[in-house]
């Protein structure tokens, strides 16, 4: 078994594909060996492919014709599981983040790192550990955030189900009690509740939630 790490790039960008091979073939144990120009193409490239020369790791694109990075992951993952993957891209989006490591990215890297730290994210992905900036980490925390609180809402009582809709009706917490009967306090407590059910930080959050789920588009 050869000790280099095979290294396909993903690219859209004819220039960037040219500038990550000129200093990652700079690295003796890495081999950039192949090429591609949106996920489609690495697909098919890999279909071509016997076992022996697949690579182990590709730097994928996100923001690509065709096919983006996030569906390639996806299926590339899903047909060579033996393939690593890191995110290679300009975009720090919550969503797209983790988007990435939900399809199976093993990184998330941003196009403004060094060479040092690009080759870290590799070697490290080669590996099968993930490595991530803080900034990606947080963005990356926060899309998990938002995924769970879009997820559903079986886990909230008949009371927090009416707590909530009056709080996308723009209710305070002081009409809220006069509205369902209930003191201040324990409409305190049911908003605390939902803020940790749902994973959120404010009220304006949970509103926006029951207006996106629809629960608040009452007659």
Same mark, same amino acid.
């Given at each position: ?15 960037? #594909? %040219?500038?990550?091979? !000129? ?5 003796? &144990?890495?081999?950039?060996?192949? $090429? *591609? +120009? ?45 393939? #690593? %993957?890191?995110?290679? !891209? ?5 969503? &797209?983040?983790?988007?990435?490591? $939900? *399809? +199976? ?115």
């Amino acid at each position: 078994m050869s000790e280099s790490i095979k290294i396909m790039i993903v690219d859209d960008h004819d220039m960037v #594909r %040219i500038g990550l091979r !000129t200093y990652l073939m700079l690295e003796p &144990k890495l081999e950039v060996m192949a $090429e *591609a +120009g949106n996920g489609a193409e690495a697909l098919d490239y890999l279909a071509s492919c016997t076992e022996q020369q697949r690579p182990d790791i590709i730097l994928m694109d996100l923001m690509m014709p065709v096919m983006d990075g996030i569906e390639a992951t996806k299926a590339v993952t899903a047909r060579y599981p033996g393939i #690593r %993957i890191v995110m290679l !891209t300009s975009f720090l989006e919550d969503d &797209k983040v983790y988007g990435a490591i $939900e *399809a +199976g990215a093993v990184s998330y890297v941003l196009k403004t790192v060094s060479a040092e730290e690009l080759i870290y994210a590799i070697n490290g992905a080669f590996k099968g550990m993930p490595v991530m900036t803080a900034d990606v980490s947080q963005a990356l925390t926060r899309g998990l955030r938002q995924r769970t609180a879009q997820s559903g809402d079986e886990d909230l009582t008949d009371r927090e189900k009416e707590v909530l809709l009056l709080i996308a009706d723009g209710l305070s917490n002081k009409e809220i009690a006069e509205e369902l009967h209930i003191s201040i306090k324990t409409v305190k407590t049911h908003v605390s509740n939902l803020l940790m059910k749902c994973e959120l930080e404010d009220r304006t959050q949970l509103a926006v939630l029951a207006h996106r789920k629809g629960w608040a588009n009452r007659a």
